[in-house]
């Protein structure tokens, strides 16, 4: 028995994927080149592994997979969040980069006004799939440059699904008669609008009554049934298969268990990321590239140039900091799987000239293979180009009639869920403060809230400065961005050596670093989260809430240590654990006034007064476990005191300040 001879290409293409990606996983580069590279190597102009009969339907199927995942990715969060700013950003990067792209097509060609329109609008979009994927391995999706580069992507996405659905219309049979084309063109799309809106409003009711009370394997059939069955009906219309299958995860998006749905199917999303590169690799002619070489490499270099240059320009003229515009731009450098969709749907058309796709599928992988090697490195580039376009910028505060440095005690970088509640507090208990915040949405917000607001990039010792950290009591750094939350505290720690710092992370891999570049407190989300579950289910337990509190003293002050596995501070917690298990322990503030401040634990000589014993101190976030006789205290210390309740009671009486 012979083996189907699709199977053998499924086979050959996912062994190739899995030696590749795992050959870039140690190469640290991005999984997606090596997947266009493999295409290459194992499609018919090469090694022929694949027949060229093949390619085509491959790369069909691989691309309805992948834009039913976008589709069912697609949120209108990122707009609402960012409002008039990025649809400002949207509309002015995507018409200028059609219009450039536009005028060079009809300098250098002599192609009618269709596939110029067509191709302007097609060097305009930027690949979702691997713009996405980038910013995921970066740990930077939900930072300010990561949900700039989604709302703009978002825009894009719709904008080219709107024009698609139009193609049709513009589609004349040769010596057939237009009206006829038209007709038809209108039939099917007046038959996909009304089976999406069918869709619209029978999805919930069937979701919830039909897919519900089913497994998961149930949900995760359901959700491949619709991807195929979008393009199926895109097909019987006469519209583009892909297309199809994107509309059908935009009707999944808009349900309620949209998030069940994604978490079905989106495992299996590098499996499809794989599939179409693959198999868009496989289309590349290496005959095509040899003949238009020279073109096609100042076509590539000058897209991702003026792509760069014209996308930040749009996103700093809506007010955001020029650093920022150019991470964005060098983000979105790439030319779209949905421009591949939308000139390979135009020459099935008859649209644009023949050959002109084969040219396309060359110039698009070279956008897309340099701009995935650009995304990792936009911050330094970025830095770059910021220095030698305008040395020294940095956006002015919001209310900019004021530019003399504030005056305050705490400064918060960003105005996310945890600045903006800080500010409340601190609001509430007449603490002065300052906010810098990049995002002029977010700006307006805290502005909204009666806060001090600076827009500007904290990482800037100007913007600091500003803000009044040169007299500030403390700063805290509550930023999604990894890499700029290191900057801003290197900056704050080399103006002020003595401030205190608290900065919040993501990343158990950060706060070693953190520390190191001068925090004295760095709060770990996931970690904070993992204590708070632990002291409840110790709770629960019936442990004494005495051995809770210890126990979570003693994690933060060895930095989370236990948590993450670290020898740092083992025998501390050694040490900590032999008294937990057995006696009350208590952890003492020691406040500014003390009779301890300034004694060593010999002169203070605690145990002999009240019977307790000091068997850890933290400074500044530092634990020294059994602190030997002769370690002098001082204001700012947290004592880590063992012994019965009543003795606790006495020992905090004696460290009191005399006023308490």
Known sequence: MTHPEFLTDIVIILATTL?????????????IIGFILAGIAIGPHAANLIGQEDVGELAELGLILLLFIIGLELSPKPLLRMGKNLLMASTFQIVSTAVVAATAVLLFTRMSTAPILILGVAVALSSTAIVLKQLSDLGATNTLRGMII??????????????MLFLPFFAVD??????????????GLAGIGALTAIGRALLPTFLKYVVRPGGKEFVTLFAVLMAFGGAWVAGEA????????CIAGLLLAGTDLRHQLAASILPFRDVFNALFFVSLGMLFDPAVAQAHALPIMVAILATLLIKVLLCAMGVAAARWPLLISFQVGLGLCTVSEFGYVLVSESDKLGLVPSGLLEVFIVYALGTMTAGAMLIPLSEPIAALFTRFIRPGAQQLPVDSADQESKKCDVVIVGYGINGKNLVRVLQSTKIPHVVIEMNPSL?????????????????????LQLAGLANARALVVAINDPQATRRVVSQARLLRPDLYILARTHFDSDIDELYALGAERVISEDFETSIEIAAQILKRMDVPDNIVTGQIAALRAGHYGILRAAPTADEMLDELAKFLQTTATRTHYLEKGSSACGKTIADLDLRAQSGVTII???????????PPTDF???????LVLVGSHKQLDDAESLLAPPHS
Request: proline share 5%; hydrophobic share 50%.
């Open 19 to 31: 030696l590749v990606a795992r050959l870039f996983l140690v190469l640290h580069a991005p999984s």
């Open 150 to 163: 989604t709302g703009i992507l978002l825009i894009q996405d719709v904008l080219v699904i709107v024009i």
């Open 174 to 187: 040769p010596g057939g008669d237009w009206k006829d084309s038209v007709l038809r063109a209108f039939l």
């Open 238 to 245: 006469r519209f583009s298969l892909p297309l199809g299958a």
């Open 443 to 463: 700006a307006h917000d805290a502005q909204q809230e009666e806060a001090e607001v600076i827009c500007g990039d904290g990482c800037r010792l100007s913007v």
């Open 616 to 626: 850890a101190v933290v400074r500044n976030g530092k634990p020294t476990a059994n």
């Open 632 to 638: 002098e205290l001082a204001a700012g210390d947290v």
